[in-house]
């Protein structure tokens, strides 16, 4: 009897140990991923549309003010690049292409692969289909946008240039598959760890991105 009695306490302990475990641990649901940093089809419109036209201004006459004319070696670059594979740009005109971008509506989305792969992770294919629904909305579609993948620092400079360069391009086949974008509007660049968005913290998931950039807007794309 003495025995009994002394398994039913255990037991029962057991019983009152999970019940209070059970009301201090917060429960886990499927999917839920506190650093999901999916961006939605809009906030990628708002951030790659142009820059709208400055209103008319009053006086003894009213002059629509021109757009800026294109620059001569940004369009030349545009279309020495354009159309070419990813890995065959030289290391001058993926500065070029740096430097050209700079003043241009662009957006950083920091979407993930699998490990050491191009694959796109599951949990950002949101992200890339956001961005496909963008570039074919009617605010964007038909422009050139410069796609630039990026890596953190970790490991060295060739295997991050080429990873770089191998996201960059599944980034762009998705688009080209999925949304039947032109491959021609998706110059393809990657930059390895040489351009980290958070250089203070050099092995950073910030650092693991892509910048797309809206390069020319459609009514004066020269294709």
């Known amino acids: 009897m003495r025995l009994a009695a002394k398994g039913l306490t255990a037991i029962l302990s057991v019983i009152a140990i999970g ?8 429960p886990a649901f499927a999917g839920d991923d506190s650093n999901n940093k999916n961006v939605t089809e809009d ?59 700079k003043d241009k509506p662009n957006i950083d989305l920091e979407i993930t692969f699998d490990y050491n792969s191009a694959d796109i992770s599951t949990k950002s294919l949101p992200s890339v289909q956001a961005l496909g629904r963008a570039l074919t909305s009617p605010e964007l579609k038909g422009s050139t ?61 910030v650092n693991r991105r892509v910048q797309v950039v809206n390069m020319e807007n459609k009514a004066t794309a020269s294709k």
Request: cysteine-free; overall charge positive.
């Open 145 to 205: 946008f410069v796609v630039a993948g990026h890596t953190d620092a970790a490991g060295g400079d060739s295997y991050n240039q080429d990873l770089s360069e191998r996201r960059a391009d599944s980034i762009k086949r998705y688009l080209v598959e999925k949304y039947s974008i032109a491959a021609t509007d998706l110059v393809t660049v990657g930059y390895g760890k040489s351009k980290l968005k958070d250089p203070s913290q050099p092995l950073a998931e």
């Open 43 to 101: 906030e990628i419109v708002r951030a790659l549309a142009p820059t709208p036209k400055k209103p008319l201004t009053r006086g003894l006459s009213i002059t629509p003010q021109a757009d800026p004319a294109p620059n001569p070696a940004e369009t030349k670059l545009i279309q020495t690049v354009r159309g070419r594979a990813t890995r065959s740009l030289s290391s001058t005109e993926r500065e070029e292409l740096a430097s050209a971008v």
């Open 19 to 26: 019940a209070a475990l059970s009301l201090t641990v917060p």
